[in-house]
């Protein structure tokens, strides 16, 4: 199963550096070094404590019309980074947190969730896609529940 892990959009990122604000909420953001090193949203790397600073902001990963929003706090790196593109791989730094895949049809209604481990990530994704009225999948904390990537299929062609 071929698929691509999407960062946020490299434009909210930039629009958060410049104004330290949520271009979605217009609500302040927040820049600190902090003491855990969660992913950034957009290189989907981990940052690290004590050596990067990060801003922390809100982010809602549907669209702001939608019926049910679900904003929630996201962090990127406060320098400039480059977004995650990189087909067919999930994320190494991303693979060490405890991980919840949630796999949504037409309507963004919910169809499939799992939890799986380390090793088992690239597996769960083929599996959540087997289902073709899944149409994508977001990837989320299983700890703090936090949206961290949305992963898409890649059509084959065939």
Known sequence: M???VLPIAPAIA???RKSLRSPQYGHPAHVDTGSDHPPCRLCLRRIRPGEE???LFTYNSFTISDPYPSPGPIFIHEDECSAFEQDSIFPEDLK???LTLEGYGAGRWLIARERPDEDEIEKAIGRIFLNPAVRYIHVYSAKAGCFIAHV???DSGS
């Open 152 to 154: 898409e299929r890649i």
């Open 2 to 4: 071929s698929f691509r």
């Open 96 to 98: 060490k947190l405890s």
């Open 14 to 16: 930039g629009e958060v």
């Open 53 to 55: 600073r990060r801003i």
